[in-house]
Structures are given as structure tokens and as C-alpha cells.
């Protein structure tokens, strides 16, 4: 079964910029559809970026424009850049990796990352 790591979270102002990275044990990307999710203190996660086998991607609302989802698949690596980041966005982000992941759908996944914590400071 894959592993997920994520890192690249932090603490930073208003508008500033944030890369996330999620690395994966094994390839992934020929299996699953890839995405990120955050979750806020006693809420369900949800979903911000799904990035496809095919590379189409899809993304929530609150941050279209603003973040871009992506991977390097010789690197077994999936990225979320976060920029022009709102106070709103400080959330603990997750990796997750599903043959049917959606932004709208709900965890258990095929992977499930521990987690980086993002904070936005105004």
C-alpha cells in the first residue's frame, strides 16, 4: 500500500507563498487520481486540489487562481503551490491518493498523508 509524506508547510503573512510537497513510497500516479485536502480544527477535511492520471485538474472555489496542483513523476512527488495566501487557508493539508478521489468525496482513501500544518498570519 503507499506511503504519503507531506512537508513544506509553515507560517507566513497574508499574501505570501507556500510550496507543499507529497512524496509517495511507490509510484502513484499511473494508479490513483492525487489531491490535497485541509482540514480545520473539528471539521471533516475538504477538498482543495485533485490532479488526474491524465493531468487534468480540479480545484474548490476559495482557491481557484491561487493555487496550483501538479507532480513530478520521477519523483514520485505531488506539489500544491499556494500563493496570495489568505488568513482562511490556515488548515493542517493532507495528501491523499484514490483511484476515485474527488473534492467533494470522503475519506477512507486508497493514502492518506499525515499531514502539514499551514498557518496565515495578517
Known amino acids: 500500500q503507499v506511503q504519503l509524506v507531506e512537508s513544506g508547510g509553515g507560517s507566513v503573512q497574508a499574501g505570501g507563498s507556500l510550496r507543499l510537497s507529497c512524496v509517495a513510497s511507490e509510484y502513484p500516479f499511473s494508479r490513483y487520481r492525487m489531491g490535497w485536502f485541509r482540514q480545520y480544527p473539528g471539521k471533516e477535511p475538504e477538498g482543495v486540489a485533485v490532479?488526474?492520471?491524465?493531468?487534468?485538474?480540479a480545484y474548490a472555489d476559495s482557491v481557484k487562481g491561487r493555487f496550483t496542483i501538479s507532480k513530478d513523476t520521477t519523483k514520485n512527488t505531488l506539489f500544491l503551490q499556494m500563493n496570495n495566501l489568505k488568513t482562511e487557508d490556515t488548515a493542517m493539508y493532507h495528501c491523499?491518493?484514490?483511484?476515485?478521489?474527488?473534492?467533494?468525496?470522503?475519506?477512507?482513501?486508497?493514502?492518506w498523508g499525515q499531514g502539514t500544518q499551514v498557518a496565515v498570519s495578517s
Open positions: 490532479i488526474d492520471r491524465d493531468d487534468s485538474t
Open positions: 491523499a491518493a484514490d483511484r476515485w478521489l474527488s473534492l467533494v468525496g470522503k475519506p477512507p482513501y486508497a493514502a
